[in-house]
């Protein structure tokens, strides 16, 4: 069955350190999704991707963030100068039609540790 | 502000008992409202979608149902098994026309033990 595939599924960085978490989306799904998860509260909303450009983002998603899918596989996103509250897990997402319709498969995350 | 608000909080029941969780939502204009199971440490995954016209929908031992009116869903869980120890998230979709309008409650974590 297919599946969104994360990597690195663990990684630990010093504050200030550019991190890149990546992340192979369902081959053809169209829409992409970076969601975060802080230990202990709820999955929050970071972007959306569509057609090779971002479609939404929220307040989190500043200017520290940004999203890439540099060869038509792979989706990622780089934290320039992460900070002791991006540590949490990072979960990808993808899906056929938009958030808003259609199940949303996500990947099994990966973990960001700064220390 | 669009919320969702799941309880309890956290369950434990015997296995083979039946269980229901609650969600309550806020959230417009109303699109779909999912049910996710999230294993510790693991993504979530999709147990059940459903529209304002449907108000109950199953996936195997998992019962949703929707009521859009008092804008209150719950999780049936029949016959529990050890294997369903996780969490359960509520999460609601506002359409927009486009983009991402998930909204995700902080869950249910259920335990159950022998």
């Known amino acids: 069955e297919p599946e969104v595939t994360q990597t690195p599924s663990h990684q630990v960085t010093q504050m200030g350190q550019e991190v890149i978490l990546r992340c192979v989306p369902i081959?053809?799904?169209?829409?992409f999704y970076w969601y975060r998860q802080i230990l202990g509260q709820k999955v929050e909303f970071l972007v959306s991707?569509?057609?090779?450009?971002?479609?939404?983002k929220s307040e989190i998603f500043d200017d520290q963030f940004s999203v890439e899918r540099p060869d038509g596989s792979n989706f990622t996103l780089k934290i320039r100068s992460t900070k002791l509250e991006d540590s949490a897990m990072y979960f990808c997402?993808?899906?056929?039609?938009?958030?808003?319709?259609?199940?949303?498969?996500f990947g099994e995350g990966s973990r960001l540790t700064v220390l | 502000k669009n919320q969702v608000e799941q309880s309890p909080q956290s369950l434990i029941i015997l296995e083979g008992k039946n269980c229901t969780l609650q969600?309550?939502?806020?959230?417009?204009?109303?699109?779909?409202l999912r049910w996710y199971k999230q294993d510790t440490g693991r993504g979530p995954v999709s147990l059940t979608i459903?529209?304002?016209?449907?108000n109950t929908k199953s996936n195997g031992r998992y019962t949703a149902t929707l009521d859009a009116d008092t804008k209150q869903s719950s999780l049936h869980i029949t016959a529990s098994q050890l294997s369903d120890s996780a969490s359960y998230i509520c999460?609601?979709?506002?359409?927009?026309?486009?983009?991402?309008?998930?909204?995700f409650g902080t869950g249910t974590q259920l335990k159950v033990e022998l």
């Open positions: 997402a993808s899906n056929l039609a938009g958030a808003n319709t259609g199940e949303l498969f």
């Open positions: 081959s053809n799904h169209l829409y």
């Open positions: 991707f569509y057609n090779n450009e971002i479609s939404e």
């Open positions: 969600c309550n939502y806020t959230v417009s204009p109303f699109s779909n």
């Open positions: 459903m529209t304002f016209s449907e």
């Open positions: 999460v609601v979709s506002a359409y927009t026309g486009g983009g991402n309008k998930l909204t």
